[in-house]
């Protein structure tokens, strides 16, 4: 059984950029999404699919099944989504002996940029890179499963109607 074990934060400014070792471009969607787990398809770079179950919660430490499929049937799996496809570019930064991984959003997630780290065990330490801005670990509305959802894009129109 595999675990993720994930840290997630803002980026709030733009020197990550000067240190980029890798850049991926990613679609994905949710196929479905209930209280206990959520099931994506993402396509990278258009040359490698997966589908993954993830349990539900936006937790530190989740469960992640993830298995390879033919991009043909990850695209027909696309048309059964729930919500929007969340596309973006994936860049690989290293930082002190770890990888972060800078999130730029595109679509009806344009301006959301989220930095990852991805950890061995909850509480092994790590550097903050200077241009890492507030923590959104477990914050539910930034995690792929609610952008597609409720994309980024909307937020503000949100609260304007809310207000």
């Not at 695209?75 to 290293?94: F, N």
């Not at 800078?102 to 009806?108: I, L, M, R």
């Not at 997630?109 to 903050?128: C, K």
């Amino acid at each position: 059984m595999s675990f993720e074990i994930e840290r997630k934060f803002l980026v709030c400014q733009d020197d990550w950029r000067d240190v980029v070792r890798g850049c991926s471009r990613i679609r994905q969607a949710y196929l479905t999404a209930n209280d206990k787990a959520s099931v994506r398809v993402r396509i990278k770079d258009e040359e490698a699919a997966t589908l993954t179950i993830k349990s539900r919660g936006a937790e530190l430490r989740r469960l992640e099944l993830e298995y390879a499929v033919p991009v043909p049937e990850a695209e027909a799996m696309l048309s059964l989504r729930h919500g929007t496809i969340v596309e973006k570019l994936r860049y690989d930064i290293p930082w002190c002996d770890l990888v972060w991984e800078v999130d730029v959003f595109s679509g009806e997630n344009i301006g959301l940029v989220i930095a990852e780290i991805e950890l061995v065990h909850e509480t092994q330490p790590f550097v903050l890179p200077p241009w890492i801005g507030e923590e959104i670990t477990g914050q539910a509305r930034y995690y792929n499963g609610a952008l597609a959802q409720q994309p980024f894009g909307s937020w503000a129109l949100d609260n304007y109607q809310a207000g």
